[in-house]
């Protein structure tokens, strides 16, 4: 296990197109954190599981975007139709809520192209 | 709601030398967490420092090191003797308890020269 895994690495869809990326945390991390970065803007916050609850929604998680994390292990983000302004770097980040030292570790991201 | 403000957007620091990147923060929270994040180009984000609130110390980590003020909600790093490879987007971050989201500033570029 060598740390958060992000699947793809890049997508370009077209506009209107329903995208899932994949993410595989740290397996013995019971929290997982979805985030999105548009370009010169620090990762703003969509959702978190612990284990395979979905705890909280961002505001920013529109109806066209579900998050689940079956079996609390891996997660999938799903975007549906697709708009220009879904383009960004989709963020994956893992915890342990018991590590004292509130440390995060992220994925490489997966970067959306919507054309 | 919790904000993190950089208002650097670009530094640049020859080799060898300090550059101390800045960081203001809004909470009504008591306890909380603060963070320094290392973006280098199309490479993951990495914790670079943390920081516990109700710590009075400022924390080191080798040649990175903060400047705690809790009164001020300021929050700085300084990165000492710089090397190439601190050539990064950096980012402050809020948490207000252990494994909890994140609240982002809007990044610092980093750039170290020769």
């Known amino acids: 296990d060598t740390g958060v895994s992000q699947n793809p690495r890049h997508k370009i869809t077209k506009r209107g197109q329903n995208v899932t990326f994949r993410c595989d945390p740290i397996?013995?991390?019971?929290?997982l954190y979805w985030y999105r970065q548009t370009l010169g803007q620090g990762p703003e916050f969509l959702t978190y599981?612990?284990?395979?609850?979905?705890?909280?929604k961002s505001r920013l998680l529109s109806d066209r975007f579900s998050a689940e994390r079956p079996k609390g292990s891996f997660s999938t983000l799903e975007i549906q139709r697709t708009e220009q302004g879904d383009s960004a770097m989709y963020l994956c980040?893992?915890?342990?809520?018991?590590?004292?030292?509130?440390?995060?570790?992220f994925g490489q991201g997966t970067r959306l192209t919507v054309v | 709601a919790q904000t993190v403000t950089q208002s650097q957007p670009e530094m640049s620091v020859q080799e060898a030398e300090t550059v101390t990147l800045s960081c203001t923060y809004d909470?009504?929270?008591?306890?909380?967490?603060l963070f320094w994040y290392k973006q280098p180009p199309s490479r993951q984000m990495i914790l670079v420092i943390r920081?516990?609130?109700?710590?009075?110390q400022n924390a080191t980590e080798n040649r990175f090191s903060v400047n705690f003020q809790k009164a001020a909600k300021s929050f700085s790093l300084k990165i000492s003797d710089s090397q190439l490879g601190d050539t990064a987007m950096y980012f402050c971050?809020?948490?207000?308890?252990?494994?909890?989201?994140?609240?982002f500033g809007t990044g610092t570029r980093l750039q170290v020269t020769l």
């Open positions: 920081q516990e609130a109700y710590k009075q």
């Open positions: 980040a893992s915890s342990y809520n018991r590590d004292r030292r509130a440390e995060a570790f």
């Open positions: 971050a809020f948490s207000t308890g252990t494994a909890s989201k994140l609240t």
């Open positions: 397996s013995e991390h019971n929290r």
């Open positions: 909470t009504s929270e008591s306890n909380y967490y």
């Open positions: 599981f612990q284990n395979e609850a979905q705890l909280e």
